[in-house]
């Protein structure tokens, strides 16, 4: 399995714009996370989404931000209008179903820059 | 939410040095994950630990469960440069409903 895929890698762009953020579970995994991860606060829940449903969102900073799972194979995270402050390293990790060993496989993340 | 803290935040050791870094909760973990996330990457997943007084080990790295349960450890023996990066615990509660928080991580840098 070729492991949890996040594109793009890096992202620079100009505050206002939109960002959006994609991922691709391990096939077969029930659920999905987003973080974010800044030297300030470390590595932060958004999101996680079961079997496609959003379960949790409190983590979602504001109304700029929104995640979907339109279908078991595909994630985005989309940042609409983007702010400085939204500069950091966005994380998507999938896991098996409960009941399994609920170990968490992250992507290499999304350097987001907004200048 | 549970508050995972996590310390030292910085630590920066010789190679060969042995170390102990720790992560504590405000409350009680049902099970408790340690990751090792390396720059430019993701965390991975070290090992998890269930029971308290728990101890397991992984060539030179020792995790311990408290009694309690609400506190960790982790110990490396003769640290080398390949131990370098950042280390987080994380709550793998069930009791959170899978929202599977991170403690703030202790930042390593073994020198040569």
């Known amino acids: 399995d070729a492991g949890v895929i996040q594109s793009p890698r890096h992202e620079v762009t100009e505050m206002g714009q939109e960002v959006t953020l994609r991922c691709k579970p391990i096939?077969?995994?029930?659920?999905l996370f987003w973080y974010r991860q800044t030297m300030m606060r470390g590595l932060e829940l958004l999101i996680y989404?079961?079997?496609?449903?959003?379960?949790?969102d409190s983590g979602m900073p504001e109304d700029r931000f929104s995640a979907k799972m339109p279908n078991a194979s595909f994630s985005t995270l989309k940042i609409q209008p983007s702010e400085p402050r939204d500069s950091a390293v966005y994380f998507c990790?999938?896991?098996?179903?409960?009941?399994?060993?609920?170990?968490?496989?992250f992507g290499e993340g999304s350097r987001l820059t907004v200048l | 939410t549970q508050l995972l803290e996590q310390s030292p935040q910085f630590l920066s050791i010789q190679e060969g040095e042995n170390l102990t870094v720790y992560c504590n909760s405000s409350?009680?973990?049902?099970?408790l994950q340690w990751y090792r996330q390396e720059p430019g990457e993701g965390p991975v997943l070290l090992v998890t630990?269930?029971?308290?007084?728990e101890v397991k080990k992984l060539k030179r790295l020792t995790f311990q469960f408290g009694d309690a349960r609400k506190d960790s450890s982790l110990h490396i023996t003769a640290a080398q440069p390949g131990d370098t990066g950042l280390y987080l615990c994380?709550?793998?509660?069930?009791?959170?409903?899978?929202?599977?928080?991170f403690g703030t991580g202790t930042s390593l840098t073994v020198i040569p």
């Open positions: 990790a999938s896991r098996p179903r409960q009941g399994v060993t609920g170990e968490l496989f």
């Open positions: 409350s009680v973990f049902s099970s």
């Open positions: 989404f079961n079997n496609n449903v959003p379960i949790d």
């Open positions: 096939s077969g995994h029930d659920y």
């Open positions: 630990v269930v029971t308290g007084g």
């Open positions: 994380a709550d793998n509660s069930l009791n959170t409903g899978n929202q599977f928080y």
